[in-house]
């Protein structure tokens, strides 16, 4: 046996391609944690605004 192994893989490729791919987690959560409280703060919104009948329909606020 030799002592030099060869290998296929190439660890600093691996490990390149994982922080790239923890980068992208961290940058999707963020735009899903942006977009789901706007979200809320507009339903909020036309919820109030269909409660006060300032526009003409409803959205109720709990189903039922």
Not at 30 to 54: D, N, P, R, S
Request: hydrophobic share 50%; proline share 6%.
């Amino acid at each position: 046996m030799s002592p030099h192994k060869e290998s296929f893989i190439n660890p600093k490729k691996i490990i390149s391609s994982m922080n790239k791919k923890g980068q992208l987690g961290i940058i999707e959560s963020k735009y899903w944690i942006v977009g789901f409280l706007v979200g809320m703060i507009v339903a909020l919104v036309l919820v109030a605004l269909g409660t006060m009948e300032v526009i003409p329909f409803q959205i109720p606020l709990v189903c039922g």
